[in-house]
T-cell receptor
Framework: NAGVTQTPKFQVLKTGQSMTLQCAQD?????MYWYRQDPGMGLRLIYY???????DKGEVPNGYNVSRLNKREFSLRLESAAPSQTSVYFC??????????????FGAGSRLTVL | AQSVTQLDSHVSVSEGTPVLLRCNYS??????LFWYVQHPNKGLQLLLK??????LVKGINGFEAEFKKSETSFHLTKPSAHMSDAAEYFC?????????????FGGGTRLMVKP
């Protein structure tokens, strides 16, 4: 099993450009998440999807949009990139929100630089 | 509301000496607590979790953590550090006080192991 796969691994954008980060999981998990990681701030939740067809804002949603394309895929879009969005982005999934397991499986991360 | 404070941003130990990474949490409900480890340029991996069973939790690679409700702490320990333990460690709390049962990450502690 591949687990959680993110693409691309690295991307450099100019201010104002748009791009989409792709995420797919093959574990039949219901819930999927997008986090950003910045030095000294841990991981902060951008958006999540509790189940196919639903999405909700997390702690830092401004400047981002998401699409839960199907149960496997959850994409993150930057419509007009800003230098403040330079970060490492992680996609994660888990079985279901009410599950006692409550454990996230993470992708390897996507390093985004906005110039 | 829930929050996590990792008391040290950096910890340096010598190989073979004990490791202590400190974590304090705040939660309105009975929380679930986790430690994740991130090796350089990798995604996050679950080290151990506490979900209201035994208060002393054993994880992978010889790590363990003790849940102390009276102190609202969940410190991570290991009797003898190995060079391969050098990584960043995140303490994470989750409870049912927020929609989506979201996880809140601490700021991270970077563990350095000297030969």
């Amino acid at each position: 099993n591949a687990g959680v796969t993110q693409t691309p691994k690295f991307q450099v954008l100019k201010t104002g450009q748009s791009m989409t980060l792709q995420c797919a999981q093959d574990m039949n998990h219901n819930s999927m998440y997008w986090y950003r990681q910045d030095p000294g701030m841990g991981l902060r939740l951008i958006y999540y999807s509790a189940s196919e067809g639903t999405t909700d804002k997390g702690e830092v949603p401004n400047g981002y949009n998401v699409s839960r394309l199907n149960k496997r895929e959850f994409s993150l879009r930057l419509e007009s990139a800003a230098p403040s969005q330079t970060s490492v982005y992680f996609c994660a999934s888990r079985d279901r929100i009410s599950s006692g397991a409550n454990v996230l499986t993470f992708g390897a991360g996507s390093r985004l630089t906005v110039l | 509301a829930q929050s996590v404070t990792q008391l040290d941003s950096h910890v340096s130990v010598s190989e073979g000496t004990p490791v202590l990474l400190r974590c304090n949490y705040s939660s309105s409900y009975s929380p679930s607590l986790f430690w994740y480890v991130q090796h350089p340029n990798k995604g996050l991996q679950l080290l151990l979790k506490y979900t209201s069973a035994a208060t002393l939790v054993k994880g992978i690679n010889g790590f363990e953590a003790e849940f102390k409700k009276s102190e609202t702490s969940f410190h991570l320990t290991k009797p003898s550090a190995h060079m391969s333990d050098a990584a960043e460690y995140f303490c994470v709390v989750s409870d049912y006080s927020n929609a989506g049962n979201m996880l809140t990450f601490g700021g991270g502690t970077r563990l350095m192991v000297k030969p």
